[in-house]
Every structure is written in C-alpha cells, then in structure tokens.
C-alpha cells in the first residue's frame, strides 16, 4: 500500500489532530483519491518526521491525526550550499529537484555577468517561494526531514561580500582547470562547501578569479563541458561519493 508524504510545518504530538491545507485536501482526496483512515506520512521540515491517519471531515476538508514521531537520519554529512546562476524555466527547476535529492544543505540563486535571466524586484520574492516549493516537494518525494532554504536572490558581486573578509572553502567549475575531485582536500567537518555554477554562458575570466581570491577552487569534471542545470546536481553526486553517503 502506497503511503503519501506531506510537508507539514509545525510541532507533532501524538494523537494531535492537524487540518490539512485546502491544496493538501485536494492532493489526497482528488488527486490520489485517498478514503478515511488511510495512513499518510509528514514532515515539519526541521527533522521530525510523523505517521498519522487520514480522518476525511468534507467533500473538501480532511485532517490527519498524529500516530507515532521519528527523527529518519537521513541527511548528508557535508554542509553544500549551491551558489547557482539563475537559468531558464524548467533548467532551474531541475537543478533545485536534483540537488534536494543528493543532500544539499542551502542554495544561493544569484545573477551572474551572463545570466540571461532578468526579474524585476517586486518579482524576485514571488519566484523565490515558487522555488521554495519545489524544494518542499523534492523532500516529500525524496524523503528527506530537513528542507533546504533557498536564500534572497543575490548579485554575484553582493554574494562574494556576503562571504565577509575571510576565504572560504569551495569549488568552482572552470573547463580550464588544472584541479578535478580527485586532487582537492577534504575540508574540515561541517564546514560549508560552497559549489558555485555559472549560467549557460558561463562564468567570466574575472568571476572565476574573484572566486578563487575568496578561496574557492576552480576544478574541471572531465573533458566535457556540463549544462549548466546538470552541473550541480553531477558535483553534488561527486562529493556525496567521494565524502559524503553514497
């Protein structure tokens, strides 16, 4: 028997009676037609993890009563925060599902020298949540308690003052680089990693030297050159094998 998992914010105890959310509602009983009393799972998002009943109320009202708690241990051991130019459409969503699902801790959307996406300030908060909820739905399929943040949209030049005035550990991807995975050093436990991915033209000459000024370190993943929506998610992997769980 299939059990659905939701995003449920806010603290659990057991047999509490929580009402779901209108679209909730509709997911389970419209969308995976679920009947009273069917077990669903949920997650507060700060690493508790429930199993309740469904108690359907209405044709449009349900609630769910809190059985038993958890706390799954299944985040990453490495602190990631991908740095990610912003790109196209669907190419950004992909990379937010990806990353979720290999562990990343934090992401950082920035605006880049060549970043062909513009978003006026009264758009940039609404694409954030939009973002925001794709990350809450990546955890519900992925399994995951913890949800990740997606930080205010930044430029690049406000992201690198953002970093202060001490060098910090990361890695940068750069065609031309003399450094792979392979030759870069474990840094120190829980440290934050910082992944920075340029948009699809790529991040320019002086970017990449701003970074490596800040302590970053350019690396290159083989002879082909990556997609931008496809090179965090592929360092992300690298790490989680070479560090991380997998």
């Known amino acids: 028997m299939r059990i659905p998992r939701l995003y449920l914010p806010g603290e659990y105890a057991p ?35 429930a199993m309740g009943t469904l108690i359907v109320t209405g044709r449009r009202s349900a609630d769910l009563c809190i059985e038993s708690l958890s706390e799954p241990q299944v985040e990453s051991p490495l602190n990631t925060v991908l740095v990610q130019s912003i790109s196209r459409g669907d190419r950004m969503d992909y990379t937010l599902q990806k990353a979720v699902e290999l562990g990343v801790t934090r992401i950082q959307p920035i605006f880049s020298d060549r970043c062909e996406v513009k978003l ?44 202060g005035n001490e060098a910090v550990f990361g890695l940068t991807l750069d065609p031309y680089a003399q450094h792979n995975l392979n030759t870069v050093s474990q840094p120190e436990a829980s440290m934050p990693i910082h992944l920075l991915i340029g948009p699809e033209g790529g991040l320019t000459e002086q970017e990449v030297e701003q970074a490596t000024q ?18 965090g998610p592929t360092i992300l992997a690298g790490l989680q094998m070479l560090w991380g769980d997998l």
Do not use: M
């Not at 690396?219 to 929506?229: A, H, S």
């Open 15 to 49: 047999k509490q009676v929580i009402a779901l959310t209108k679209e909730q509602t509709h997911y389970v009983l419209t969308v995976l037609r679920l009947k009273n009393q069917h077990p669903v799972e949920v997650f507060n998002g700060n690493g508790l993890q």
């Open 120 to 163: 006026s300030s009264d758009k940039l908060e609404k694409r954030r949540d939009q973002w925001q909820s794709i990350v809450i739905s990546a955890c519900e399929q992925s399994g995951r308690c913890l949800v990740p943040e997606i930080l205010p949209i930044l430029t690049y030049q406000a992201w690198l003052e953002s970093l």
């Open 214 to 231: 800040k302590g970053l370190t350019p690396i290159r993943l083989g002879p082909r050159i990556l997609r931008t929506e496809t090179a």
